[in-house]
Structure formats: C-alpha cells, structure tokens
C-alpha cells in the first residue's frame, strides 16, 4: 500500500514556529496595520464630504457624475460598455441600473442603491456607479447589503 498522505503534521510546535520573527519583523507588522487603520479613515472621510452625487465609470473612466435629485426628477444615463449600453437611473430613490446587455442580469436585480460608499456594477460590460457625498438625512449609520455587495 502507497502512503498518499506525506505532507507533515501540523501541530502546535509548528505554528509557534510560523509566529518566530525579529523585532523589525513585528514593527514592519504593526506599521503596516496603523497605516491600514489610518487610509481606512481617510478614505471614509473622503467619500463623506458634499452632495450626495453618483458616479459613473467605465473601467477607470468616468462617464458621468450627477447629484442625487431630491425631487421627482429621474435621469437617464446611457453607459457604453465592454458588451453593449447600460442603461443607468439616478433618483432620489438612489441608483440603479435598468437594463444591460450583460447574460446574468446581476446588476439590474440588485435594486438601488442610495447610501454613501453604496456600489453598482455591471462587471461583465465594465460599467460601475458609486454614490459619494454626505448622506441627505445625515444618517450616520452603516448600510450594507450583504447579499449584494
């Protein structure tokens, strides 16, 4: 009988082993989970400042930018894409896109997004729309869609 199984044993010994390391190697760590930390809250920052105002990009390209409406106001943008044209509804209901030529459809049941931060993608035809700002009510609490995002 052939033994398959020649890989070594894990044991305690062995991962004590792994978290060996100088003092350079655990200030390099910590530097580097501060600077994580402190570009986290930058960027939040960054993302929280103005009107609430969608996005719209093609790949590393921005297409479109347009305030969130606070009236009835309904704008549609036309984003040429890998495949084809999305079509993109910004309201104040948030951001949406209402058709696409991609096969799953992904992006068109994912709903609307409204919230800060909040991102739609249509990542077969390379098309995204991200909403920046403050939010219209100053709400201040995290809104993540889990099943979405």
């Known amino acids: 009988m ?3 199984d020649n890989h070594p044993k894990a044991n305690l010994a062995s991962f004590r082993q792994c978290l060996k390391g100088t003092w350079m190697d655990r200030f390099v760590l910590l530097l580097l989970l501060l600077s994580i930390v402190f570009l986290w ?3 939040n920052q960054n993302l929280s400042q103005g009107l609430p105002t969608a996005y719209i990009y093609h790949g590393k390209q921005l297409l479109a930018s347009y305030p969130l409406p ?3 106001k309904v704008i ?3 984003a040429k894409g890998e495949i084809g044209i999305s079509d993109i509804e910004i309201s104040k209901l948030g951001v949406r896109f209402v058709s696409s030529p991609c096969l799953t459809h992904h992006c068109t ?3 609307s997004k409204k919230y800060t931060g909040s991102v739609i993608a249509c990542v077969p ?3 995204m729309a991200v909403i920046r700002g403050s939010d219209a009510n100053n709400d201040k609490k995290v809104h ?3 099943i979405s995002e």
């Open 76 to 78: 549609h943008v036309p």
């Open 109 to 111: 049941l994912a709903g």
């Open 144 to 146: 993540f869609d889990a």
């Open 2 to 4: 052939i033994d398959t």
């Open 125 to 127: 035809n390379h098309i």
């Open 41 to 43: 809250f930058q960027i």
């Open 70 to 72: 606070m009236d009835d």
